[in-house]
Each structure stands twice: as structure tokens, then as C-alpha cells.
């Protein structure tokens, strides 16, 4: 490396100078790439097949595929799919083409492939398909959604993990000895530091490597001398930590699926966490509270009803103050909706109803409690037979509110839950007070 080059690499961010040449260096995702792993296999035996791979910023995937550029005898081609349109992609498979004719196997690398349109992702499957190309894709989102099932169904999809804290700190340290980092400087940094880095970098290797380069330019110091990276200096750049969030991704629909399940189990401090953490990342209180509401019926109905009335007063308020001062309301209905007994009854019961509204004969509403609204509707039957049932002693009548081929379904299963014990007790004095008047005609 000669001056200029030198001069070059030492402007480069910390992350870039430290990312990993090899698999000897790559840190973390041993279920892929550790000694025995099938990946691991693939690379050394040089059998690249077309792959995603998936998994949250900074657990290395770009890297990954240029490790295996690097230890592959295939031309290595990297697309971004920001700047990448189809006339490029084009020019790159034709190009392709040609190599495969001459025995040269090509791997074209595609960079946040989720951004690709279904047209460019389209372009790539015809070679995909004769073997022209190794695709290797990189997405931070899940494929099932946004890659073309096609394309989908020729590759491997690998799943990359969050970075465990133990492989952020050993990162951090090879960063603080190596020549690439910091290992031609003299950094003192007390090891529970790095721990506390690694932990604030929520397993993203480039939120790490960012936090200890600022922690050590903050710190200073003359050339020669001892750079010493204060805990007070840590702790600054620690004080507020991001989360990783995408209003419209899969990370949304996890996080909303696990508010809904620690509720729904009763676990009330899990599901306060995953509410902070919706929160804490910018989620639309309203969205929450709409979920909220709907959870009140789905999942408790009847067995209190209480619950219903609390979401939608918490949804009032949320509307009325907004965050961050709502999110006390929000607390309060997600404590009381996991504390709640629980009954899914209503959900159901309507779901039962579906099935046989949508799959059944579609008979007509029996004349009887149909409204005769003029005369020829009162001539014709409308009405004929109906039962006021607050004219009778028990508020019950034997008329038939079903249609005939529907006749004996039942839908509402009420539980013994909560306040639904009672409501189960008042639909057996119904049912047991139809078989006596009118042989069971409703049961």
C-alpha cells in the first residue's frame, strides 16, 4: 500500500476500514457460516447457488457476498437496486450471457433487492433460470413479500440473525488491535465500555463500530499520546438508542403480533414492552388503539365488557392529547386488557355465522318477522304470525327467527370466564325454556 492508498483507508469510516476480508473474520451467523455449516460447504467447494439473504442492518450480508466474491473464480458484478433500472440490468445479463458461453460463471450481487420493481425483478429470472447468473440478493424485508414468488422459488433464502453482544465486543476489539483500526494508536477504553457499546448496538456491527470511532474522536488527544475513552463520553453518545422500525415492513406487523399475543397471554409486563417499543419508535398511537379495540371483542367480548369501553375511551384520549402524553392512556387499556379474563366467543361465534351466510343456501328472511310497510306486503304475508315477545310473561316466544335450513345452528359458545358465567347461565334459561315450550325448536 503506497502513501496515497494508505492516506485513502484512514479517511474511511471505522465500519469500512474493519469490514471483514474473509470468513475467518466474519463475525457472528455460525448456523451459516461457521466450520460445518452448508454455506460454509458451498463457499469452499466454490458451488455458489442463487440466494437471499435476510436479516435486519448490520449483520453482514453485503459483506458476506463480497467475501464471496473474493474466494469465488466467478466474474463478480454488484447492483444496487437504487440506482439500477432495467436498461442496466439488461446490459449486465447480456454481458453475462456471453461469459456462460465461454465457460465463465458470473455472480451478480443485488443490494436491497426488496427495492427492486416486479419488472427488474423480472429481468433477472430468464437467466437466473438458464444458469447465466449466480443472483445473490441482500433485503432487509421479508422475501416471502417482496420478492417475486418466480425468482423467490430458484433461490436459497439464508436468514441472517441480529449480532449476539459476545461477537459485537470481540468486533469492537479486533477494531482497537488491528492496523485497519486502531491497532498503530494507543486506546484505553475499560472493557465494560465495549459491553455497553455492544449492548446499545442492538446486534448491528456498524452501529457499533460508529459508536466506538465517535467515542474515540470525542476523546482526542496528540499524536503519540494515550487516547483515553472516558465512560462519561460513552454514555453520551448511549442516550438514546434506535430501534429498528419500519411503520410499513415486517418488523410492524411483528411487533403489533406480539403486543396481541403477551395480552392475549395474560403477561402484562411483556406486553407493556412491546407497547414502549412501538411507541419509542415512532408507531401512530391512534394505530395502537384501534388494535386495542379491536382486541376488546376478539379476545375478552363478553366475559367483560368493560374492556370495550375503556379501548374507546383510550382511543378518545389519544385523539384529544396525542403522544407522548397518550401513551399513559395506551398503558392503562393494555394492563387492563391483559389482566381481563378471556373469551374468544364473540370471534367465534361470527366467524361460525360467516361460514354459513357465505357457503349456505341464502334463503329468505321468514315472513314473520319481516316489516309490513304497506298494504300489499301485509296482504302478501309480511308479518303474519310475528310475536311481540314483551307481550309475554317470560319475554320469550316459540316463533322461528331462523331460516328453515338453518334451523338448530348455534354459534355463541359463551365460556365461564369473567362476567360471561352469567351471560352462559342466561342462554341455558333460553334454551332449557324452548325445550319445554316448543320441543327445542331453537336448540
Not at 212 to 230: C, R
Request: aromatic share 6%; with cysteine.
Amino acid at each position: 500500500m503506497d502513501l496515497f492508498e494508505s492516506a485513502g483507508q484512514a479517511l474511511q469510516p471505522l465500519a469500512s476500514r474493519m469490514r471483514p476480508q474473509s470468513l475467518a473474520e466474519f463475525a457472528g451467523q455460525a448456523q451459516l457460516v461457521g466450520p460445518d455449516a452448508v454455506l460454509t460447504k458451498l463457499i469452499t467447494q466454490d458451488e455458489i447457488p442463487s440466494m437471499i439473504f435476510w436479516g435486519p442492518p448490520g449483520v453482514g450480508k453485503t459483506t458476506l457476498a463480497q467475501i464471496i466474491a473474493r474466494q469465488t473464480k466467478a466474474a463478480f458484478v454488484n447492483f444496487s437496486a437504487v440506482t439500477s433500472g432495467i436498461k442496466e440490468i439488461k446490459k449486465v445479463m447480456a454481458e453475462a450471457e456471453n461469459n456462460r458461453k465461454l465457460g465463465q460463471k458470473t455472480i451478480v450481487f443485488v443490494d436491497e433487492i426488496h427495492r427492486f420493481n416486479k419488472a427488474q425483478q423480472d429481468a433477472f429470472l430468464p437467466y437466473v433460470e438458464r444458469g447465466s447468473i449466480t443472483l445473490i440478493g441482500a433485503t432487509t424485508e421479508n422475501p416471502s413479500f417482496e420478492v417475486n414468488a418466480a425468482l423467490l422459488s430458484r433461490t436459497r433464502v439464508f436468514v441472517m440473525k441480529p449480532l449476539a453482544t459476545a461477537d459485537l465486543v470481540g468486533l469492537l476489539q479486533r477494531a482497537l488491535r488491528d492496523p485497519r483500526g486502531y491497532g498503530l494508536e494507543k486506546i484505553a477504553i475499560e472493557p465494560d465500555l465495549l459491553q455497553r457499546i455492544a449492548a446499545f448496538a442492538n446486534g448491528d456491527a456498524r452501529i457499533a463500530l460508529n459508536t466506538l470511532e465517535m467515542a474515540v474522536t470525542d476523546a482526542g488527544g496528540k499524536p503519540g499520546e494515550v487516547i483515553h475513552v472516558t465512560k462519561q463520553a460513552v454514555g453520551q453518545l448511549l442516550s438514546k438508542k434506535a430501534l429498528l422500525y419500519d411503520k410499513n415492513g415486517e418488523e410492524h406487523y411483528n411487533l403489533i403480533s406480539a403486543l396481541h399475543k403477551s395480552m392475549r397471554n395474560s403477561d402484562v409486563d411483556a406486553a407493556v414492552y412491546w407497547l414502549a417499543r412501538m411507541l419509542e419508535a415512532g408507531e401512530d398511537p391512534l394505530y395502537i388503539a384501534r388494535r386495542l379495540v379491536r382486541f376488546a371483542s376478539e379476545d375478552i367480548g363478553m366475559a367483560d365488557s368493560r374492556a370495550l369501553e375503556i379501548c374507546t375511551s383510550v382511543f378518545q384520549a389519544c385523539q384529544f392529547i396525542g403522544m407522548p402524553e397518550c401513551t399513559v392512556h395506551l398503558t392503562h387499556a393494555v394492563v387492563y386488557l391483559s389482566l381481563a379474563p378471556k373469551s374468544n366467543a364473540l370471534y367465534t361465534a361470527y366467524s361460525a355465522a360467516k361460514k354459513d351466510a357465505t357457503e349456505t343456501l341464502a334463503e329468505p328472511v321468514p315472513l314473520q318477522i319481516r316489516n309490513a310497510v304497506t298494504d300489499l306486503m301485509g296482504e302478501v304475508g309480511y308479518g303474519k304470525g310475528y310475536e311481540y315477545a314483551h307481550d309475554t310473561k317470560d319475554k320469550l316466544t316459540t316463533m322461528q327467527t331462523m331460516p328453515d335450513n338453518l334451523v338448530g345452528h348455534h354459534y355463541y359458545h359463551p365460556t365461564t370466564q369473567g362476567s360471561e358465567a352469567k351471560v352462559a347461565q342466561r342462554l341455558a334459561q333460553i334454551q332449557a325454556w324452548h325445550r319445554e315450550h316448543d320441543g327445542g325448536l331453537d336448540d
